[in-house]
T-cell receptor, first 111, second 116 residues
Framework: SQQGEEDPQALSIQEGENATMNCSYK?????LQWYRQNSGRGLVHLIL?????REKHSGRLRVTLDTSKKSSSLLITASRAADTASYFC???????????FGTGTKLQVIP | ETGVTQTPRHLVMGMTNKKSLKCEQH?????MYWYKQSAKKPLELMFV???????ENNSVPSRFSPECPNSSHLFLHLHTLQPEDSALYLC???????????????FGAGSRLTVL
């Protein structure tokens, strides 16, 4: 069953701008991960944030997690055309690895 | 290359055909997964194998039959499929499916299946 829901479904920005994507989920989690998918390809892991963490950085990526609101956000700073892709949040609620994905946010960065 | 290789990349088959999708990982992982990705739907987990044992069958129709001969190889055998089974089938691997809390998935590039 679907756990994470990304918002917005689609986002179009100019190169150099920041892009923010949000993820909401329903049940308690052990960790939340963000993945990127280029058109017609597999998903690539970007960053993992544990339930006891509030913020994490990796290069131009910044992820926040608010477990009280059951939400996370992914910020991509100084976006580039190469960042054009779909971005998915995935929640891990424990047990035998059950990482569940949302429908994703489709990001277009216009050069 | 991610270390997870899927073949074929594209497959077109009729409803009465029998075909197989293959996945191979060179990462030393012990867990392998099949996901189905259809347009405008969340990724659907189909099967999980951990140390060659099937640990998850997410109510998948029997026309999809997985096989995991060893920790490095995973197959999805396809038989009597329906047009609605057309999708991108993604294979993934991870260190150990029991490692909840730090288990990151590495995906292959996918096999695009079209059922006529």
């Amino acid at each position: 069953s679907q756990q994470g829901e990304e918002d917005p479904q689609a986002l179009s920005i100019q190169e150099g701008e920041n892009a923010t994507m949000n993820c909401s989920y329903k049940t308690s989690i052990n960790n939340l991960q963000w993945y990127r998918q280029n058109s017609g390809r597999g998903l690539v892991h970007l960053i993992l944030i544990r339930s006891n963490e509030r913020e994490k950085h990796s290069g131009r990526l910044r992820v926040t997690l608010d477990t009280s609101k059951k939400s996370s956000s992914l910020l991509i700073t100084a976006s580039r055309a190469a960042d054009t892709a779909s971005y998915f949040c995935a929640t891990d609620s424990g047990g035998y690895q059950k990482v569940t994905f949302g429908t994703g946010t489709k990001l277009q960065v216009i050069p | 290359e991610t270390g997870v290789t899927q073949t074929p990349r594209h497959l077109v088959m009729g409803m009465t055909n029998k075909k197989s999708l293959k996945c191979e990982q060179h990462l030393g992982h012990n867990a392998m997964y099949w996901y189905k990705q259809s347009a405008k739907k969340p990724l659907e987990l189909m099967f999980v194998y951990n140390f060659k044992e099937q640990t998850e069958n997410n109510s998948v129709p029997s026309r999809f039959s997985p096989e995991c001969p060893n920790s490095s190889h995973l197959f999805l055998h396809l038989h009597t499929l329906q047009p609605e089974d057309s999708a991108l089938y993604l294979c993934a691997s991870s260190q150990d499916a029991r490692l909840s809390g730090a288990n990151v998935l590495t995906f292959g590039a996918g096999s695009r299946l079209t059922v006529l």
